[in-house]
């Protein structure tokens, strides 16, 4: 096809389980027309053959075959994907690379569109979310009581494994419905408890519907910050609940922002602050072997495993790092250049939040307040504790919190 011909030369069409009987006339129309055609095997199988159209299953990765499919530009190309292509699709990926001036998307029904209309389940009160080639740790988050969920599954395992993670955090009592190949001629459903889940595996092609029953006792994480310290693995290097909480506010998260949290120790500032929007990305600056074992499995256990880590000492471990539009300075304030790194890396408009407990550091942020401005406040918690037959207050450390923007330049 000639390249000026039309500027649309992608269409990314939606098809079912159902295949070609299921397809609008304008998504027959454009497999019909296409010069090429991508999709699956499965997909490719689901369509009649158009003499002279050249056919091209995905590799494994798929992301193999964007080169190519990006220098077709001018041809008319069509993919083919499952259901919505926008909705964890190809066609969100593909919207990445090639302007949407030059793409049409024919969807078909979602596959979570499908599960609430087989359930009854308002869609819109519904959490729908992947773990098709991602953690099933993701859950964890969104596991709240009298919350509805519907997931896209990786394969037939993750049924099983879904209630094995229920299970171990006081939801056994949710209901789990699975549906299989929903559309087509093979379409199945399944439904027990979690407690009762009792297959290995279901058919791949499958669609998760949970509706979520918290149990007295179920570790539930809250929708604020502060999660209680021994929620996270660590050998006393934490930044402690109610400080955290603070901490927290003055780091003021927003959607989809990066944060470094360096001299990271449990990790508990980067998780939640990866724990305020699911967008929102965190980088763990630490150096201690040990204590990075503890973030990589406290970031897992708590739902946010792709914390991301910088192994090492600030300010060396912060070269090549993405720009940040936060940062958290929990330990190193002592350390040769960490905080000036730190200011210089940090984006205009981001905030920068640093702690201290020492005379030494608090020294240090005294004198970053009188350079730079900012806000600095001190923090003292005591917490009830036995004495002899009594209770009285034991205090701990006090710790100074400074907390500063970075101009805006011109």
């Not at 000036?340 to 307040?369: F, K, M, Q, Y």
């Amino acid at each position: 096809m000639d390249s000026t011909a039309s500027p649309r030369w992608l269409t990314i069409v939606g098809i079912g389980a159902e295949g070609w009987d299921g397809l609008p006339p304008a998504g027959r129309a454009a497999v019909e027309s296409a010069a090429v055609l991508y999709g699956g095997e499965r997909h490719l199988g689901l369509v009649p053959a158009v003499a002279g159209q050249e056919r091209l299953s995905w590799p494994s990765p798929m992301t193999g075959a964007f080169p190519d499919l990006l220098g077709r530009r001018g041809q008319r190309v069509c993919v083919l994907a499952s259901g919505d292509p926008s909705w964890y699709g190809v066609g969100a990926t593909l919207s990445r690379l090639v302007p949407a001036s030059e793409t049409t998307v024919i969807p078909a029904p979602s596959a979570f569109s499908l599960a609430a209309a087989r359930l009854g389940w308002p869609l819109q009160d519904c959490r729908c979310l992947t773990v098709h080639g991602r953690p099933l740790e993701l859950v964890v988050p969104h596991l709240q009581p009298n919350a509805k969920l519907l997931l896209l599954s990786w394969d037939g395992t993750t049924p099983a494994k879904l209630a094995a993670l229920l299970r171990a955090r006081g939801f056994g009592a949710s209901r789990l419905t699975v549906l299989e190949a929903m559309g087509g001629p093979r379409e199945e459903r399944h439904e027990a408890t979690a407690d009762g889940w009792s297959m290995d595996r279901v058919g791949d092609l499958n669609t998760i519907a949970l509706d979520c029953v918290a149990a007295p006792g179920a570790r539930i994480l809250p929708l604020a910050p502060g999660l209680p310290d021994d929620w996270f693995a660590h050998d006393g290097q934490i930044t402690k609940r109610e400080v955290r909480a603070v901490t927290l506010s003055f780091l003021a998260p927003r959607r989809g922002e990066l944060l470094w949290d360096v001299g990271a120790g449990s990790g508990s500032i980067g998780i939640e602050w990866m724990l305020r929007d699911p967008a929102n990305r965190a980088v763990a600056v630490e150096h201690h072997e040990e204590r990075i074992a503890r973030i990589l499995a406290n970031a897992s256990a708590l739902g946010v495993p792709s914390l991301a880590l910088a192994r090492g000492r600030a300010p060396a471990a912060l070269a090549g790092l993405e720009r940040p539009d936060a940062i958290f300075i929990g330990g190193g304030l002592t350390g040769d250049g960490v905080l000036e790194a730190c200011w210089e890396a940090l984006a205009p408009g981001g905030r920068l939040a640093a702690n201290a407990v020492t005379l030494e550091s608090e020294a240090v942020l005294i004198d970053a307040h009188r350079r730079l401005g900012g806000e600095l406040a001190q923090v003292a918690v005591s917490r009830a504790s036995s004495v002899g037959g009594f209770r009285g207050w034991r205090p701990a450390m006090p710790v100074t919190l400074w907390r500063v923007e970075k101009p805006w330049t011109a």
